[in-house]
């Protein structure tokens, strides 16, 4: 047979161009890797990162978390981690390759050392939990289902990684198509795009709109109804009343509870030691008139009808976002001033403070803007030397609607003779202001502010110490209050609070991490009120000692405060 000589090499040589491009190549064995839609393995970067994020979330926060939340915590961290890694991962192939040996090696390493990892941050997480505990006065937990919060963090992790495997799997399919007609890298930048923009509406309109409208039907279902022992008041200084210009049915719930659990005339007497007066308490549901204005103007007319201005005190309270008000910080305005008080307040909504402040916070606004504005007109009104004192209370999402009312420190000072702020949230601007203007030296936590009477406490014994002026307005903040630390700002910044020293009730052993933190300040505000008084966003019996700093009665004494206090806790 003869052989085919070749006359010209380089025609054999010679590759032969072609206007697709190269597709890349592993440096170790130079063979073109095959595209594939679906990738199994894990990226060793975001699986170190990872497990980092991962063990971090079990070091403690402001308030103890029970064992299934802190699974959540650890594999939405831990998932967290793992897009993050890989990402850096992604960008460290661009210029440099690891070999196959390389991330074998890491991978061995990983796999040696998370075990130990993740025993040792289980056991330490486990005692941090008690101390924390025992920090805030709670009965600690002997026993701690390690297994199964390990459970629910992988089960948690799995879940979203498999979602964003979906994810991505979707805007590789769309690439594809897409290729056909336009470049690669183009094709793969619109599958990103729209898979993202179809994620956000799914989430936003589908996911979010429904949970937002089963909420507020739940929770006006809820607002129907009456709690256990409340009866209709028979006495005409309630609204609900049969002589009231509000009807019993349109308070709602939490209406209903305002005007029937008052202290009584005998056990009002018994504590101050002379009689007392039956206490006047106004409110006005959702359903008691059309819009924020109509209530407003018809609980003026129910403060004319009972003689509301004619008490030693008026005090206009800017409910949560049900509607509900504490009632421990009623009754002490009452036990302080023997019942010579009126009480009004105005539902915005059914729905809690933390899905209102989420979804529309302008409805709280519109409501304390005409609550706050009517009454304060009608006061003005009245001559100097008749006036009742005008005080003006508000916890939580009130906080922000009062502040929003008035607009500047200033103004709040001069437009009542008291406001007592529980709680405020890092959206209030007021508080915002005079927390970064405070002087130099004084800690976030507890302010102190020179220039009007303003005054802060992160523990409400604070109060009973206080020498010179008296404050107009008090802002109590317990230092362990997630509702007033808690900042889409701590995923990525280290929170004044955490700078130098901590708040009296803020565990040493709390730190600072990217992302870690800003989850497990998040799960603190679903156990804020779970905790002993003083302490997360309890503050109940603590009210007594706002009201004595901002507008005591004649004669009251801090021997008076304890023993109100003793009473209201018990």
Known sequence: MRKLVVTDPSETSAPRRSWIPAPRRSPENNVVPRRRMVRCRLSVTGFGLSAVFYCLSFTPSLLPRPWFLQGVVAGLTGAIGYAVGTAIGALVRLRWWPSRRVERIAWRL?????????????????????????????????????????????????????????????????AR??????????????????????GYGAFDGLLMGNLYTTADRSAALTDSGTGRGVVQPATTLRSGAPQSLISWDSLGRQGRNFVARVPSVEQLSAFNGRPASEPIRLYAGLASAEDVQGRAALLVREMDRTGAFGRA???????????????DVTSSLEYMYGG??????????????????????????????????????????????????????????????????????????????????????FAN??????????????????????????????????????????????????????????????????????????????????????VVTFWQTTVDLIFANK?????????????????????????????DTVRLRALLDH
């Open 110 to 174: 990983l796999f040696a050392l998370l075990p130990v990892l993740i025993l040792v941050f289980l056991w330490l997480g486990t005692r941090w939990q008690r101390e924390l505990r025992v920090r805030l006065g709670m009965q600690p937990q002997q026993e701690y289902d390690a297994l199964r919060t390990v459970g629910i963090s992988l089960l948690t992790f799995g879940v979203l990684l498999l979602i964003a495997r979906l994810l991505r799997l979707a805007a590789h399919g769309i």
């Open 177 to 198: 198509l897409l290729g056909r007609l336009v470049p690669e890298s183009a094709a793969y930048c619109a599958g990103f795009l729209v898979v993202t923009m179809l």
């Open 313 to 327: 005190v008026v005090a206009v309270f800017t409910p949560t976002g049900t509607g509900w008000v504490d009632n």
């Open 340 to 425: 010579d008080t009126a009480l009004v307040s105005m539902q915005y909504s059914y729905l809690p403070s933390s899905i209102s402040f989420a979804v529309d916070r302008t409805k709280v606004t519109e409501a304390a803007a005409a609550l706050i504005t009517a009454v304060h007109d009608r006061w003005a009104a009245m001559p100097v030397t008749a006036r009742p004192k005008l005080l003006i209370f508000g916890e939580s999402l009130g906080t922000y609607g009062t502040e929003k009312t008035f607009g500047t420190a200033e103004r709040m000072v001069e437009g009542a003779d008291g406001i007592l702020l529980e709680g405020p949230t």
């Open 429 to 514: 601007p007021i508080h915002r202001q005079l927390t970064e203007g405070r002087e130099p030296g004084s800690t976030v936590w507890d302010p102190h502010y020179a220039g009007l009477p303003i005054e802060f406490a992160s523990r409400a014994s604070e109060l009973r110490e206080l020498t010179g002026r008296q404050p107009k307005v008090v802002y109590m903040q317990n230092s362990s209050d997630p509702v007033v630390w808690w900042n889409p700002s701590l995923l990525w910044h280290r929170p004044g609070w955490l700078r130098g020293e901590r708040g009296p009730d803020v565990t040493p052993d709390m730190h600072w991490y990217p």
């Open 531 to 559: 905790v002993p008084v003083g302490h997360g966003h309890v503050y109940k019996s603590s009210t007594v000692d706002g009201w004595a700093a901002v507008a005591p009665p004649v004669g009251w004494t801090v021997a």
